[in-house]
Each structure stands twice: as C-alpha cells, then as structure tokens.
C-alpha cells in the first residue's frame, strides 16, 4: 500500500512539472549580425523575482556551430535604468552558451546579447515583458 501510494506521489509530482512547463514554453528568436546567426531561448512569459534560463545559440554564414565565442548578455529596461545586470553565458559546445539570472522588475526588458569573437563585437537585442 505504502509502495502504490509513493507511486502515486511521483506521478502527481510528473504532472505538476509537466504542467508548469507546458505553461512557460521557451520562445526562440533568431537575429543575423553581419553573417552571424544569433539565437536566444528563453521563457516567453518570465516572471520577477524567479531564475530564468538563457540559451544562446550562434552559427556563421555557413550553418556551422560557433563555439569559440565570449558570450555574455545585458539586461536593462528601455523605460528606466536598472542598474547593471551583465550575466556571462558559459559555453556547453555545439554553439550553445547558457546563463541564468532574475529580473527584479516587471515591464519590458531589452536583453542584449553581446559576442566577442576575433576582434568583432556583435550585438543582437531582443525584448521580454515581465509579469509580476
Ligand atoms: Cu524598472
């Protein structure tokens, strides 16, 4: 009894996850700077105050990975200063790049994401807007 029931506690707990999930689905943008195809995933509808993932995904002209990047992001809303959130993206190979932090206030946010790679500075911006 006590094993059907534990069975039944991590079938609820599946559910839960799954259904917050299906909830806060990744939204993949792609911008082009100067040949470099720059790809942010992460959250569509973030909230304040909660850890949200960033997945950076860069290849060049020809659809090949990049992984040989400085990868970091910039974090400000175009309404006010914010004072400076600069998270690094560490590299996990394949082109992909991954940080996490928090925004601290609801409203539209610019995340910019900034790539340094043989001398060049490439800069792509995309906008998210908080909810509380
Ligand atoms: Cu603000």
């Not at 991590?10 to 792609?30: A, K, M, Q």
């Not at 959130?85 to 790049?97: F, I, Q, S």
């Amino acid at each position: 009894m006590m094993r059907l029931l534990h069975v039944i506690g991590v079938l609820i707990n599946l559910f839960l996850i799954v259904g917050c999930g299906s909830r806060s689905v990744p939204l993949r943008e792609t911008q082009v700077i100067n040949g470099l195809a720059i790809t942010l995933e992460t959250l569509e509808h973030p909230r304040i105050n909660t850890a949200v993932d960033f997945i950076v995904v860069l290849q060049d002209d020809q659809g090949n990975p990049v992984s040989d990047a400085n990868v970091y992001l910039d974090l400000d809303m175009p309404a006010m200063p914010m004072g400076i959130t600069r998270p690094v993206a560490l590299p996990e190979g394949e082109g992909r790049y991954w940080a996490r932090t928090a925004y601290t206030m609801e409203g539209v946010w610019e995340i910019t994401v900034i790539v340094e790679r043989e001398e060049t500075t490439y800069r792509a911006t995309f906008r998210r807007d908080v909810l509380k």
